[in-house]
Protein backbone atom coordinates (compact mmCIF):
# COMPACT_ATOMS: atom_id res chain seq x y z
CA UNK A 1 0.00 0.00 0.00
CA UNK A 2 1.23 3.82 -0.83
CA UNK A 3 0.05 6.43 0.54
CA UNK A 4 0.48 9.99 -0.90
CA UNK A 5 -0.94 12.79 1.30
CA UNK A 6 -0.84 16.32 0.17
CA UNK A 7 -2.34 19.43 1.40
CA UNK A 8 -0.76 21.15 4.09
CA UNK A 9 1.13 24.25 4.27
CA UNK A 10 1.12 27.80 6.36
CA UNK A 11 -2.24 29.35 7.74
CA UNK A 12 -2.95 31.99 10.31
CA UNK A 13 -4.59 31.19 13.39
CA UNK A 14 -8.44 30.92 12.63
CA UNK A 15 -8.15 29.76 9.09
CA UNK A 16 -8.86 26.25 7.29
CA UNK A 17 -6.95 23.37 5.60
CA UNK A 18 -7.48 20.59 4.15
CA UNK A 19 -5.11 17.66 3.66
CA UNK A 20 -5.66 14.45 1.41
CA UNK A 21 -4.37 10.72 1.42
CA UNK A 22 -4.49 8.68 -1.92
CA UNK A 23 -4.13 4.96 -1.24
CA UNK A 24 -3.04 3.12 -4.34
CA UNK A 25 -1.29 -0.48 -4.22
CA UNK A 26 -3.20 -3.50 -2.53
CA UNK A 27 -5.31 -1.10 -0.87
CA UNK A 28 -8.08 -4.42 -0.28
CA UNK A 29 -9.15 -5.43 3.05
CA UNK A 30 -7.56 -1.41 4.40
CA UNK A 31 -9.77 -1.11 7.50
CA UNK A 32 -8.79 1.93 8.65
CA UNK A 33 -7.28 4.93 7.01
CA UNK A 34 -6.56 7.98 9.39
CA UNK A 35 -4.40 11.01 10.20
CA UNK A 36 -1.44 11.29 12.85
CA UNK A 37 0.91 14.41 13.75
CA UNK A 38 3.83 14.65 15.36
CA UNK A 39 4.49 18.54 16.92
CA UNK A 40 7.89 19.58 17.58
CA UNK A 41 9.42 17.99 20.33
CA UNK A 42 6.39 15.67 20.85
CA UNK A 43 5.29 11.78 19.49
CA UNK A 44 3.49 11.03 17.34
CA UNK A 45 -0.44 11.01 18.25
CA UNK A 46 -3.51 10.18 16.40
CA UNK A 47 -5.59 12.93 15.20
CA UNK A 48 -8.23 10.98 13.82
CA UNK A 49 -9.48 7.99 12.06
CA UNK A 50 -12.01 6.56 10.11
CA UNK A 51 -13.40 2.70 9.56
CA UNK A 52 -14.05 1.30 6.36
CA UNK A 53 -17.60 1.56 7.66
CA UNK A 54 -17.98 4.79 8.00
CA UNK A 55 -17.14 5.22 11.74
CA UNK A 56 -14.77 8.18 12.87
CA UNK A 57 -12.68 9.01 15.96
CA UNK A 58 -11.39 11.75 17.03
CA UNK A 59 -8.28 13.34 19.48
CA UNK A 60 -10.23 15.38 21.91
CA UNK A 61 -7.71 18.44 21.46
CA UNK A 62 -9.95 18.83 17.53
CA UNK A 63 -12.81 17.46 18.02
CA UNK A 64 -15.58 19.90 16.66
CA UNK A 65 -12.74 21.76 14.46
CA UNK A 66 -11.70 18.36 12.43
CA UNK A 67 -13.77 16.16 10.34
CA UNK A 68 -12.30 13.25 8.63
CA UNK A 69 -14.09 11.92 5.72
CA UNK A 70 -13.30 8.92 3.35
CA UNK A 71 -13.95 8.47 -0.56
CA UNK A 72 -14.06 4.90 -1.28
CA UNK A 73 -14.53 5.16 -5.04
CA UNK A 74 -11.41 7.06 -4.88
CA UNK A 75 -9.55 5.43 -2.19
CA UNK A 76 -8.92 8.50 -0.77
CA UNK A 77 -9.11 10.31 3.01
CA UNK A 78 -9.03 13.78 3.92
CA UNK A 79 -9.36 15.66 6.76
CA UNK A 80 -10.95 19.29 6.88
CA UNK A 81 -9.48 21.35 9.53
CA UNK A 82 -11.16 24.47 10.55
CA UNK A 83 -10.40 27.07 13.16
CA UNK A 84 -6.90 26.17 13.45
CA UNK A 85 -4.98 27.03 16.38
CA UNK A 86 -0.89 27.21 16.51
CA UNK A 87 -0.48 24.26 18.99
CA UNK A 88 -1.89 22.31 15.79
CA UNK A 89 0.99 23.05 13.92
CA UNK A 90 3.18 19.89 13.10
CA UNK A 91 3.91 17.24 10.36
CA UNK A 92 0.82 15.20 9.78
CA UNK A 93 0.88 12.03 8.53
CA UNK A 94 -1.70 10.12 6.99
CA UNK A 95 -2.02 5.78 8.24
CA UNK A 96 -3.57 3.05 6.85
CA UNK A 97 -4.51 -0.68 8.37
CA UNK A 98 -5.03 -3.68 6.43
CA UNK A 99 -5.68 -7.26 7.21
CA UNK A 100 -3.88 -10.04 5.43
CA UNK A 101 -5.13 -13.42 6.79
CA UNK A 102 -5.63 -12.57 9.95
CA UNK A 103 -2.50 -10.41 10.55
CA UNK A 104 -2.48 -6.50 10.68
CA UNK A 105 -0.09 -4.14 8.92
CA UNK A 106 0.28 -0.89 9.25
CA UNK A 107 1.40 1.57 6.66
CA UNK A 108 1.97 5.91 6.36
CA UNK A 109 2.50 8.23 3.76
CA UNK A 110 4.98 11.10 4.27
CA UNK A 111 4.69 13.70 6.38
CA UNK A 112 2.62 16.86 4.96
CA UNK A 113 3.69 20.26 6.96
CA UNK A 114 0.85 22.36 8.49
CA UNK A 115 2.16 25.44 10.03
CA UNK A 116 -0.21 27.66 12.00
CA UNK A 117 1.09 30.96 12.46
CA UNK A 118 -0.17 33.31 15.08
Known amino acids: VQLQASGGGLVQTGGSLRLSCAAS????????MGWYRQRPGNQRELVAI???????NYADSVKGRFTISRDNAKNTVYLQMNSLKPEDTAVYYC?????????????WGQGTLVTVSS
Open 25 to 32: GSIFNIVI
Open 95 to 107: NADKVDFGVRYHY
Open 50 to 56: ITSGGST
